[in-house]
């Protein structure tokens, strides 16, 4: 079954700090991985997404995200975490063409 | 960037009416537009997929008399939710995916609806 996990429902990090947010995915083919943030109220606005290719990829804001086929692991990375950073963060898989299944989420708290 | 323009972004209603969210893809034709629905401090729940000229594919569980969803073009997808009740307020997003190239490389999404039902 396809699948997406989020271990950390919350993540509370000093403004300045390094982050990482985890992701897991179970996925027959070929996973097409996305990162989602998403401010209180708000659509949501796409990070950074893998398709093939470097398995580390840079997104906006500062954010990467390094592909483990191994691990089956989409983690979410950034060096130095900003105030405006505290929002929801979502973890998604699809595939070439199908709908995109959603993690359940992780909210990043951002401490002075 | 691609733009998916969602509308109303709130909307307060009472139960029994109906309520009509519009999702359109501005600088770009979608041949495929999504609905999710999502709960207070929850996921992205998917309701249905549809696709431009044909009916939409609901998710299991997914009332598709309820939730009744239109893409009559390829820049505007439409979810009404008839005779809503509390249970039905919500959140609702809608993305739309652009035509040609790797589909998913193409996928946006609306800024939500916020619906409460009174």
């Known amino acids: 079954a396809q699948s997406v996990t989020q271990p950390d429902i919350h993540i509370t990090v000093s403004e300045g700090a390094s982050l990482e947010l985890r992701c897991n995915y179970s996925?027959?083919?070929?996973?097409?991985l996305f990162w989602y943030v998403q401010s209180p109220g708000q659509g949501l606005q796409l990070l950074l997404k893998?398709?093939?290719?470097?398995?580390l990829v840079q997104g906006i804001k500062g954010f990467e995200a390094e592909f483990k086929r191994s691990q089956s692991s989409f983690n979410l990375r950034k060096p130095s975490v900003h105030w405006s950073d505290a929002a929801e963060y979502f973890c998604?898989?699809?595939?070439?063409?199908?709908?995109?299944?959603f993690g359940k989420g992780t909210r990043l708290h951002i401490l002075p | 960037g691609a733009v998916v323009s969602q509308h109303p972004s709130w909307v307060i209603c009472k139960s029994g009416t109906s309520v009509k969210i519009e999702c359109r893809s501005l600088?770009?034709?979608?041949?495929?537009m999504f609905w999710y629905r999502q709960f207070p401090k929850q996921s992205l729940m998917l309701m249905a997929t549809?696709?431009?000229?044909?009916?939409?594919?609901?998710e299991q569980g997914v009332e598709k008399d309820k939730f009744l969803i239109n893409h009559a073009s390829l820049t505007l997808s439409t979810l009404t939710v008839t005779s809503a009740h509390p249970e039905d307020s919500s959140f609702y997003i809608c993305?739309?995916?652009?035509?040609?190239?790797?589909?998913?490389?193409?996928?946006?999404f609306g800024s939500g609806t916020q619906l409460s039902v009174l």
């Open positions: 993305s739309a995916r652009g035509v040609g190239g790797a589909t998913n490389e193409k996928l946006f």
């Open positions: 996925y027959g083919a070929t996973p097409y």
């Open positions: 893998y398709f093939s290719g470097d398995t």
């Open positions: 998604a898989v699809g595939a070439y063409d199908d709908k995109i299944i």
């Open positions: 600088d770009f034709q979608a041949t495929t």
């Open positions: 549809s696709n431009e000229g044909s009916k939409a594919t609901y």
